[in-house]
């Protein structure tokens, strides 16, 4: 059996996974976020390490799984969210800075655009971990951390590993460096030029791995077992998810619905085309080993239901959402554009905000819950149409993941605005299935990637709208896109 660990933005998912790929396990842990100032996104690094070890332990618990049953670990994590840290006490030297943080905008406006888009495959903006370190490291504490050798630095797969081992490995893998906008995704290493523009010492980074291989064994005893246990699998949350939903061959793509949306599409040994909002990132192929991938992030998607829980608290849990949207036959000209922390792909606006068109005296929460998934599927379809062009292919159907995909309501919504097939695997969880799926290869449980995916089954939802309604709909959307995009402009 594999234990699969996915570090997420709003929570820790444990599976403990058998060879058939049903789940013996689970555990989760919600992680909460910081906002010291408006746009400033934080995380406890301790808190997100406290969170893997209780769920892990209640999914091993649940599993009743002995060190002697458990064959390797899989880590897949948040991506961009930056953490820096002691390497003699292992203590955080700062709070996490969480990928949704805007605390940079003014540097990164500053930054050669094309230079970065050609090296890292990038664009200019805080999302991405290189203005976040660079932020960090002009504290003086950090800064002298660093002088002295002891800082250490990297996303999150890096702070769970080197925790887990007792400190023994300080690894990432390519697909989590890729998103640091500091690793060069042509020579596939860190990049000298690069680190001197963010000020960045080569020495307090991570050794750069295979996703599928040898990230050192992690400590039985933190997990309650007798023996320790190698880590042989490491993606970040999307490309992991890309992985476990068998899209490791150029052309095949899916979408992933969590605290934001991400879609992606392999292409295999080709680069592809970035631009139009789409950014080139590291995937992995059949055997882990690095590959290219276009993206179009969406920076929230299940985030503005949560906010609707619990910033405006409409209503009492996200599932509620199903009922309400479905419990009224239109939107009536309501749409939320969820930019609560700038708009990611196809727009790229960082000075975007959230905006809700089209109330009146009769909108009720239902509109706004109906609102608020309605984004997730118009965003979706935005990214998509871009996608299609700048990858020159199209998709004949739409594989999704994530814990959006239990909403039904959506899912035909989804269907119906894109005007294809979209296809829910029987596992959601996809995210830590991919971190397993890379652990199983290398550690053997597996002898190849067709195996590890060999029972999965996939519930399609076809679409059952005319294209003329997807189209108004659409229609609708794009307006308020524009009315948020001028919004966010005129006030710069």
Not at 87 to 99: E, K, M, S
Not at 338 to 357: D, S
């Amino acid at each position: 059996m594999l234990l699969g660990i996915d570090q997420g933005t709003t929570g820790t998912t444990c599976l403990v996974l058998d060879e058939t790929l049903r789940t013996r396990g689970r555990g989760y842990r919600e992680v909460a976020q910081h906002y010291p100032r408006p746009g400033w996104v934080e995380q406890d690094p301790n808190e997100l390490w406290e969170s893997v070890l209780a769920a892990a332990n209640d999914a091993l618990e649940a599993a009743g799984v002995g060190a002697r049953d458990l064959a390797a670990i899989g880590i897949t994590n948040q991506r961009e969210t930056t953490i820096v840290w002691d390497r003699v006490t292992g203590d955080p030297a700062h709070r996490a800075i969480v990928w949704q943080d805007r605390r940079t905008a003014e540097r990164c406006a500053e930054l050669p655009a094309e230079l970065l888009l050609e090296r890292t495959g990038l664009v200019p903006d805080p999302y991405f971990s290189a203005t976040k370190l660079e932020w960090l490291l002009a504290h003086d504490e950090i800064r002298r951390l660093a002088n002295d050798g002891t800082l250490a630095a990297g996303t999150v797969d890096s702070w769970l590993i080197w925790n887990l081992t007792g400190g023994r490995v300080h690894a990432t893998d390519h697909t989590n460096a890729s998103r640091t906008m500091l690793y060069d995704i042509r020579s596939l290493e860190w990049s000298d030029h690069l680190l001197a523009l963010f000020g960045v010492p080569r020495a307090i980074l991570p050794e750069v791995r295979a996703s599928s291989g040898d990230f050192g064994t992690a400590r039985g005893s933190l997990l309650g077992l007798t023996s320790d246990i190698p880590i042989h699998g490491v993606a970040g949350d999307q490309q992991a998810a890309l992985f476990g939903q068998g899209c490791w061959a150029a052309g095949q793509g899916k979408n992933t619905y969590g605290t934001g949306a991400f879609l992606l599409l392999n292409t295999g040994t080709e680069r592809g085309s970035p631009g139009g909002g789409l950014l080139t990132t590291v995937a992995c192929d059949a055997y882990g080993r690095p590959a290219y991938a276009l993206e179009g992030a969406i920076f929230v998607a299940g985030a503005a239901v949560q906010w609707l829980r619990d910033g405006l608290g409409i209503i009492a849990s996200a599932a509620e959402t199903e009922s309400l949207a479905s419990g009224i036959t239109s939107n009536d000209g309501v749409y939320f554009v969820p930019a609560l922390t700038g708009l990611g792909a196809p727009q790229w606006e960082p000075a975007a905000r959230g905006t809700i068109v089209g109330l009146t005296r009769g909108t009720t929460r239902a509109h706004l819950a109906r609102a608020a998934l309605e984004a997730m599927a118009f965003a979706t379809a935005d990214v998509l149409e871009v996608m299609q062009r700048r990858g020159r292919c199209s998709f004949d159907r739409l594989r999704v993941d994530g814990g959006a995909t239990e909403n039904r309501w959506l899912m035909q919504f989804q269907a119906d605005v894109l005007g294809v097939p979209v296809e829910r695997p029987d596992m959601a969880e996809t995210t830590a299935l991919g971190a397993a799926g890379l652990a199983g290869i290398a550690a053997g449980v597996w002898p190849n990637a067709s195996a590890f995916l060999g029972t999965r089954h996939f519930q399609s939802f076809t679409p059952g709208t005319s294209a003329a309604a997807a189209r108004a709909a659409r229609e609708g959307w794009a307006r308020a896109v524009r009315a948020t995009l001028t919004w966010a402009r005129d006030g710069q």
